[in-house]
């Protein structure tokens, strides 16, 4: 290929002519790219300019490189894991969850006390600063080896009117979810799902690619006067999961009788 002649710095130049080269299928999903000395001769440029391009295409996320191996272009593929967003319930009155058997815990999980933020509270109807208990679990898939951190916030209020769930915080989910309707509790379930980019450390936990965002799941279980009763929070990279969820619908309420 001749020299590129476009407008700009000369990395961004080859940037835009290897991503062209990437979308129009040239260089194909999971393939290595041309080595460094490939480019530098392909595109008439120096070592430095071929770097500042990788890192460009790195950034944008369109690359990975491996080290010791090379730069490869990222797979544009489907998530190779597929979350159930759903709550069985069984004839004893256990809770099951669809996914609970594929997710094995990385390890022990972390127990703790804590206080509601902004976005907390807002979940749980709480002021910031209100009294938490959390627990913090690091899940791995053992079929693909995606990671997941999972997360229980308990506000102290509710773990006083329950005190097993005051000396036990930590309890699996659907324990939990046993745990309350064994005291009264009729519960439902309002989850929202929201992408970001990683902070470090979860970047870090989650051995996720560079430029990729996560999945962050919130889902909080209500009694049936509608109070919040606790938060469960699952994070995890967006390139390698997908959520799913059974949709039913619900029975509109009758209209009123006019006066």
Wanted: glycine share 6%; aromatic share 6%; hydrophobic share 40%.
């Amino acid at each position: 290929m001749s020299e590129i002649q476009r407008p700009g710095a000369l990395y961004q130049q080859v940037a835009a002519a290897v991503r062209e080269a990437i979308l129009t299928g040239e260089f194909a999903p999971d393939s290595l790219l041309p080595s460094e000395a490939q480019l530098m001769a392909r595109y008439s440029v120096s070592r430095p300019t071929v770097r500042n391009a990788i890192a460009a295409l790195r950034a944008e996320g369109l690359i990975d490189v491996r080290h010791g191996k090379g730069s490869f272009v990222r797979s544009s593929g489907q998530p190779h894991l597929t979350i159930e967003r759903r709550i069985s319930r069984t004839a004893d009155d256990r809770f099951v969850m669809p996914n609970g058997d594929i997710w094995q815990e990385v390890e022990e999980p972390s127990t703790y006390r804590t206080h509601t933020t902004k976005d907390t509270g807002r979940l749980l109807q709480l002021d910031e600063e209100e009294a938490l208990f959390g627990c913090d679990r690091l899940l791995i898939d053992s079929s693909t080896r995606t990671r997941a951190m999972h997360r229980t916030l308990i506000p102290f209020e509710v773990a006083e009117a329950v005190p097993l769930l005051g000396k036990e915080p930590c309890k699996p989910p659907a324990a939990i979810y046993w745990v309350l309707t064994q005291t009264g509790h009729k519960l439902s379930w309002t989850e929202t799902v929201r992408a970001h980019m990683p902070l470090p450390d979860e970047r870090a936990t989650l051995r996720l690619p560079d430029a990729t965002p996560i999945l962050q799941v919130a889902r909080v279980a209500h009694g049936a006067d509608g109070r919040p009763l606790f938060l469960e929070e699952l994070r995890c990279g967006a390139d390698c999961a997908e959520l799913a969820y059974r949709i039913t619908a619900d029975k509109q309420p009758a209209p009123r009788a006019r006066a």
